[in-house]
């Protein structure tokens, strides 16, 4: 596609409930990441796809949060039980090959924890 | 890993120039990168310095000084929708790209 695409845009959910937030990565784009960035905070590394190589999960918060990539494409991120301090924008991006420096970002999805 | 530093907050004049200040700490140095994100939207890369010197992008210049970890994001001819904030970032061991907490810039006329 044009640009990297995420969705839902916006998630509302209560306290407890699991989530999954999906990402559309550049046509081409080998690299996949995901980060969360809190309100007015810096953006936070999550996890990251190389091609079909096993994912990078040592950023992930807890073990609440889990991510996967189908076909080396699409991924999709879950977050199990969630809680009030999992509310954040989480954005995605991709890569050309092993060019993390130029990320290109989707509009991300902005949850809200009730 | 890297730790990055940068100030929070800048405010400049349009028409003016303003310098954003970036310094890190290293355990291997993979180059420094900036990105721009305005209220709302998507961070967009700006520039990347993988060698020391400026690297010139129209309005917008990065310099990289490796031997003093530092580098600085320079904007010329500021505009009112330059207002955004700026974050530099790195590799950092494990992690693709590490970023800065970020410099919110405010341009006034």
């Known amino acids: 596609g044009a640009g990297v695409s995420q969705s839902p845009s916006n998630k509302v959910t209560e306290k407890g409930k699991d989530v999954e937030l999906r990402c559309d990565p550049i046509s081409g784009h080998t690299a996949l990441y995901w980060y969360r960035q809190s309100l007015g905070q810096g953006l936070e590394f999550l996890i990251y796809f190389q091609g079909n190589s096993a994912p990078d999960k040592s950023g992930l918060p807890s073990d609440r949060f889990s991510a996967e990539r189908t076909g080396g494409s699409v991924s999709t991120l879950t977050i199990q039980r969630t809680q009030q301090e999992d509310s954040a924008v989480y954005l995605c991006?991709?890569?050309?090959?092993?060019?993390?420096?130029?990320?290109?970002f989707g509009p991300g999805t902005r949850l809200l924890v009730l | 890993g890297q730790s990055l530093e940068q100030p929070s907050e800048v405010t400049a004049v349009e028409g003016a120039i303003v310098q954003i200040n970036c310094t890190y700490q290293t355990s291997g140095f993979y180059g420094l990168s900036w990105y721009q994100q305005h209220d709302g939207g998507a961070p967009t890369f700006l520039s990347y310095n993988a060698l020391d010197g400026l690297e010139e992008t129209g309005r917008f210049s990065s310099f990289l000084s490796r031997s003093d970890s530092y580098g600085y994001l320079l904007l010329q001819e500021l505009q009112m929708k330059d207002s955004a904030s700026y974050f530099c970032a790195t590799p950092s061991g494990n992690t693709p790209l590490v970023f800065g907490k970020g410099t919110r810039l405010s341009v006034i006329a």
């Open positions: 991006a991709s890569s050309q090959g092993a060019s993390p420096e130029t990320q290109y």
